[in-house]
């Protein structure tokens, strides 16, 4: 079976990174990952990425004179690796209209909310001061709005009363682990098609009950 090729995009630490290599390494992956890049030269995934044998860059915006060269730079890197998906794994830059039309229904991120509740940054803390009663996280497709686009898979996890932020963020980042992986998954075994604003998953074997997801089949 061809592999689907990934690029994965980071910004700091990489857990989810190498949560998708381990799942892309096992026998019966749909995908494997051919490129890693990060935007920041600090990025502890990178490392992690090259001690695993991945081929890693560091592109960053400082480099370049306008964020369009940056992500042109960015687009063309990706390109040149025969990725065919590209995965936002923690990478902490809104990506301009250019790149997200070019990768449409190609590039997928993973947000620790629920969404569309707490788009944005530090939204376990949010969800802490909120008193929300549930967390969680989505792996979605990637439109021009901040954290918004075709919700492809959700966890979700309980929000304790003694949770204070880093708890909470800690329980919510495992699901992310499985989720991610999970989408991916789908996508490289061909079962995930965009409709409108929604996805459908074909045939979604799901053996983690945390998952929420509404499984519209195609036929
Ligand atoms: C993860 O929690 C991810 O969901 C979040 O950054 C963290 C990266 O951790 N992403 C966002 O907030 C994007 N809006 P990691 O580097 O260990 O994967």
Redesign the pocket.
Known sequence: MNKLKVAVL??????????LLEASRQPESSFEICLVIANRSD???LAAAQQAGIEADIIKFGDFETREAFEEALHDRIEHSDARLVC?????WLLGDAFVQNWRDRLI????SLLPAF???N??AQAVEMGVRFAG?TVHFVRHE??DGPIIVQAVVPVKPADDENIL?AR??EQ?HIIYPQAVQWIGEGRIRVSGERVLIDNADIHNEAIISPFDTFD
């Open positions: 980071i910004s700091g630490r990489g857990s989810n990174m190498m949560a990025a502890g995934g936002l794994a923690g990478f902490m991120n993973i947000h620790p788009k944005g940054l939204v376990q996280c901040l954290d963020a919510i980042l992310e």
